[in-house]
């Protein structure tokens, strides 16, 4: 990891006395050399790793021990082993398994011979082979001798550590993954049909690519096998075990290619499916990990009074209108579209909302009407500008519906809560979207098919990061951000909830102390990720961990001035010389963070909002035409490219290819979630509800060539890499 052993150590430390991550790597510097959250994450995340591959170690020593087999040379490779493939291949010999042919053939008394041939010194097995005949024992002649030897040569070679990690190698470099149409399912598996006869090399297929044959192979449309480079593996397999041109040899050599059909391949093809499985669930949840983090640290409209619209046409739309704090004061249906169309009153409502409650700004979701209700409110003259603003409403049907929304609105239905989602959504991303399960947000790439557990760590990981990188107002606070706040937890989060309720809002970070089961190791790794604006203490609005305000009292008292005047006045911050405040535990990198936070205590580190508007005119996909030039939001990255909303009811494909004027290997480097953009329309599929576009020479980011459909432009990647590759080789 390129990390300083001395750095692991203190980090290991620190979250073995239960620090987490966003306290260690925010105020434990010092310790950690400075260490940042990627960094930490990995070290605990690798450290978990070991421990899981020690236990296996443990158990696995213990099995072998108990079998009377663990010899001293055996044992240092097992405790040598580095992968847990490493320590399984080790222990397969010993392994307790069913019967195999090899076990009846050791039953019959033939593992001597297998020894005698296995060694290849043998000029005649055939002869050899005649003592080992017995009736008995069901071996009637020398062919089943020599091929009941063979099966137990075959599990040997099977066995072999050497032989399975080469061969794993060889499948890994030189192997294909097929898939082909399931007999009987090309009209209905349509939309796998990029997939019906594709072939492509284990070691260059993509994610996405892997994830996709894979859902189309579970959902029975597809039928996906592994092809590995058969000639090589059994030269590979013959180099490790034949040893002669002998007649032993040649029944060694038959062995291996039993061994190969029918032991190897089938178990390395398992391991290579789980293997490469494994890579695609990992590529898939860093790329929902990356969306799911920019989405939630998109730019809050902040503290504004917000008229909110669930827009619909059968039903209608259902308005809301919130406080600064996201209270609900009203709820009205309005029907300005067809078949009710009541456009007058819809009017008059909303006027008469927005003139009550003093409306700033008005959110509309992006639904079913989303944009014929947008058009329809901007044609509404309110006396003063109100600006109206799409929002992503992906996930307030779940969120309408769940148990915490009852919990919040037990008196209203599930329009009302999801016209509330939408307006506090606005507001601000992170403290609604916190509230739901990150799945449901609708960032990711085949996230429902990629390892769960794995999925739920990261995610939280990410929901972690950024709650406690912007920091939560305690006294407003739901349950839901305090519960991802550091060292917190759903319980402790609920008792800061009944405290509040019952007391009163907080006057002071000390006064957190007064929680129930807020212990010190508690209140130490979650004081300074909690604010309390307006309080007693300025320092408490602060990022400044309490456990540092003696530092901030010295240097005021130093400068005979309050902290309050340290906060507000720049020329006597320019008089600190933080280098006379240092000590043992507190070194520059921590005075540095608490000087830049006294400069801007509470600092929302997220960017300004903009408002942002949708082409007039452009409302569905039948209103677009090759080479408009349109603003549109990035609403999801994935490996193989962009999905923007261009305000259509139907997100465009920015396809990788049409991302840039130059050769790019990552969407992520050119944009992101939530970004604004520029797109050029280069196809629209109607029957097959697709819409291609590009950035290519636009401004907004560089981008495209021509888009082709999804096999094409996948071949057209597929040939940048190698081109991207040949100029590299040959630059000079």
């Not at 180099?239 to 060694?252: L, P």
């Not at 109100?386 to 009852?406: C, D, F, K, T």
């Not at 608490?594 to 929302?604: F, Q, V």
């Amino acid at each position: 990891m390129n990390i300083a052993p001395k750095s692991v150590e203190a980090t290991l430390e620190l979250l073995a006395e239960g620090g987490t991550v966003p306290f260690i790597s925010r105020y434990r510097k010092e310790a950690t050399g400075s260490l940042d959250e990627v960094a930490i994450t990995k070290i605990r995340d690798r450290s978990i790793q070991l421990d899981e591959l020690d236990k296996r170690r443990e158990s696995i020593i213990k099995s072998i021990k108990e079998q009377g087999k663990l010899t001293a040379e055996l044992e240092a490779k097992i405790n040598d082993a580095e992968t847990m493939t490493v320590l399984e291949d080790l222990y397969l010999p010993y392994k307790p398994k069913r019967r195999t042919k090899a076990t009846i053939a050791k039953e019959k008394g033939l593992e001597p011979l297998a020894e005698l041939i296995f060694k290849q010194e043998l000029a005649d097995p055939d002869k050899e082979a005649e003592l080992f005949v017995n009736l008995e024992k069901d071996v009637k002649d020398i062919n089943e001798a020599l091929a009941g030897a063979r099966d137990i040569m075959a599990e040997w070679v099977s066995e072999n550590q050497e032989a399975r990690a080469k061969l794993r190698e060889v499948f890994y470099k030189q192997g294909t993954i097929k898939s082909r149409v399931v007999p009987g399912k090309e009209e209905e598996g349509q939309k796998y049909k990029d997939y019906f006869e594709f072939e492509e090399a284990i070691s260059k297929v993509p994610s996405h690519r892997l994830l996709a044959m894979r859902r189309g192979e579970k959902e029975m449309f597809l039928m996906l096998d592994i092809e590995p480079a058969e000639e090589t593996s059994l030269e590979v397999l013959e180099g490790i075990f034949v040893k002669g041109r002998n007649a032993a040899s040649g029944q060694v050599k038959t062995a291996v290619k039993d061994s190969y059909k029918r032991l190897l391949r089938p178990s390395i093809e398992t391991e290579v499916r789980l293997g490469t499985k494994k890579k695609a669930d990992d590529d898939a949840i860093q790329i929902f990990a990356e969306n799911l983090r920019q989405l939630l640290l998109a730019a809050p409209l902040g503290q504004k009074a917000v008229l909110s619209i669930d827009p619909g046409f059968r039903t209608g739309c259902k308005v809301v209108c919130l406080d600064r704090q996201g209270k609900l004061l009203a709820n009205e249906n309005i029907y300005p579209h067809e078949p009710q169309r009541k456009v007058a009153e819809a009017i008059s409502i909303i006027k008469r909302l927005c003139e009550t409650h003093q409306v700033e700004a008005i959110a509309v979701g992006n639904g079913t009407a989303g944009r014929e209700t947008e058009t329809f409110v901007r044609t509404i003259d309110f006396g003063r500008a109100i600006p109206v603003i799409m929002v992503n409403e992906s996930g307030a049907s779940i969120y309408s519906a769940s148990e915490v929304a009852r919990e919040e609105f037990p008196d209203y239905d599930v329009t009302v809560r999801g016209s509330v989602s939408i307006g506090r959504r606005l507001m601000d991303p992170l403290a609604e979207l916190v509230k739901l399960d990150p799945k449901s947000i609708g960032v990711g790439q085949y996230q429902h098919d990629v390892d769960q557990n794995a999925l739920k760590s990261s995610l939280d990981d990410v929901v972690i990061s950024c709650v406690n990188n912007v920091g939560v107002e305690v006294n407003t606070a739901s349950k839901q951000i305090l519960t991802y706040v550091s060292g917190l937890g759903p319980q402790l989060a609920q008792n800061i909830i009944d405290y509040r309720n019952q007391n009163g809002a907080f006057k002071s970070r000390n006064d957190l102390k007064k929680v129930p089961r807020m212990g010190e190791k508690a209140f130490e790794q979650a004081a300074g990720f909690l604010r309390i604006n307006n309080g007693e203490n300025p320092l408490d609005a602060s990022a400044v961990h309490p456990e540092s305000y003696h530092i901030i009292d010295k240097i005021a008292k130093d400068l005979k001035a309050s902290v309050a005047d340290l906060m507000k006045k720049s020329d006597l911050r320019k008089l600190i010389d933080l280098k006379s405040y240092v000590t043992d535990t507190i070194g520059l990198p921590t005075l540095q963070d608490i000087l830049k936070e006294i400069e801007k205590p509470g600092r929302d580190p997220r960017e300004k909002f903009e408002v942002f508007e949708f082409a007039s005119g452009i409302e569905k996909p039948e209103d677009l035409r090759i080479g408009m030039k349109l603003p549109g939001i990035v609403t999801n990255i994935t490996k193989f490219g962009v999905f923007v909303d261009v305000g259509v009811h139907q997100d465009g494909l920015i396809h990788i290819s049409h991302l840039a004027d130059k050769y790019i290997s990552d969407p992520s480097e050119v944009v992101k979630v939530h970004q604004k953009v520029e797109v050029t329309v280069i196809e629209v599929d109607l029957a097959r509800k697709r819409i291609a576009l590009s950035m290519k020479g636009n401004v907004a980011a560089e981008g495209p060539k021509k888009s082709k459909d999804k096999k094409e432009t996948e071949k057209e990647v597929s040939f940048e890499d190698k081109l991207a590759m040949l100029k590299g080789k040959f630059k000079n």
